[in-house]
């Protein structure tokens, strides 16, 4: 079991920093002993004096994000005296990055986290994903950038909420045995619609957990395999009958899993600048379109008649307008 406290100063409210830490943490077994804390808006020179300070003091691991060339050269040189172990997460990559692009960076605190358009179009999505769960406004279909079909327990709503925190709006249907879909669907992209399937096994595992958490009966039909067998069945209907739909199987799959599968499908087929050349993922063949056939080119002015040959027992060797050997 490891243990300590790794403290993360940043000039902003330090959200990068700890994210990074965070996920190199889970690596290391028995991580959940370590502490992480975070230290915001570290600006000045008394505020990064009192940061190593405390690293010092703590005999912790100091991990900073801090954007200004003279704030990160004091963090290091005054972690070196106090011996300090720092890790400066930002330098190496603003170094690579002005080489690459040719400019020199803007070294301004915090310009991720403004309130700017980007900002409010996650807002955006998250309320219209928690407006249309579960089907409740089928009008608005039409508006949503991914739809989401599935039987209960596919995951439809977690889903939902994780891609729409990335700025998309989401919509969910469910897919309940014996009840048409609203046919608002019918109208939509069906690129944009996106149908889960998953094992039975898996799911009815998956409901009668939910069951224990509320309190039903052990023998309610929601868990019933054979219940789970026909809504699957008629789910696998409602899919062929809608064969451009793209089709996934969460079984044994995280949220973020699926989800960076839905989303790199749908930048494939509708943000084509921002995916590159729109050929790095695996589209389901059914829904992308064919490619269009180049333009015919011009056809070559045929060449004038040769002349008769000489009698040498020799050949031309190229037919008059043909342009072959």
Excluded at 201 to 220: A, F
């Amino acid at each position: 079991m490891i243990g300590g406290t790794i403290l993360v100063a940043s000039d902003a409210t330090g959200e990068t920093g700890e994210k990074v830490v965070r996920a190199a943490l889970v690596q290391f077994f028995g991580h959940e002993g370590v502490r992480v804390q975070v230290l915001t808006h570290v600006l000045d020179e008394p505020a990064v004096r009192a940061v190593v300070e405390q690293a010092k003091q703590r005999k912790a691991l100091l991990v900073y994000t801090i954007v200004a060339p003279p704030l990160r050269a004091l963090v290091r040189r005054l972690a070196e005296e106090a011996e300090v172990r720092a890790v400066d997460l930002l330098s190496g990559l603003l170094l690579q990055m002005a080489m690459h692009f040719g400019e020199d960076p803007l070294y301004t605190p915090g310009l991720g986290h403004e309130l700017d358009a980007e900002y409010f179009r996650r807002v955006e999505a998250v309320e219209f994903a928690v407006n249309n769960d579960d089907g409740r406004e089928p009008k608005n279909l039409k508006r949503a950038d991914v739809i989401l079909v599935g039987i209960s327990r596919t995951s439809k709503t977690p889903l939902s909420q994780y891609i729409a925190h990335r700025g998309y709006r989401v919509a969910n249907v469910p897919l309940v045995l014996g009840i048409p879909l609203p046919k608002e669907i019918e109208q939509v992209d069906p690129r944009r619609v996106f149908g889960l399937l998953v094992d039975p096994s898996v799911l009815g595992e998956i409901r009668r957990t939910r069951m224990k958490h509320l309190g039903m009966e052990p023998g309610s039909e929601y868990g019933d395999v054979r219940r789970i067998r026909q809504e699957l069945e008629y789910c696998r209907q409602i899919f062929l009958s809608h064969p451009a739909w793209t089709l996934l199987d969460i079984s044994g799959k995280a949220i973020e899993e699926t989800a960076s599968g839905i989303l790199e499908r749908y930048r494939e087929r509708f943000e084509p600048a921002a995916h590159g050349n729109g050929n790095g993922g695996a589209a389901t063949p059914a829904i992308v379109a064919p490619p269009k056939a180049p333009p015919p080119k011009a056809a070559a002015p045929a060449p004038k008649p040769a002349p008769a040959p000489a009698p040498s027992g020799r050949s031309a060797g190229r037919r008059p307008g043909t342009g072959k050997g």
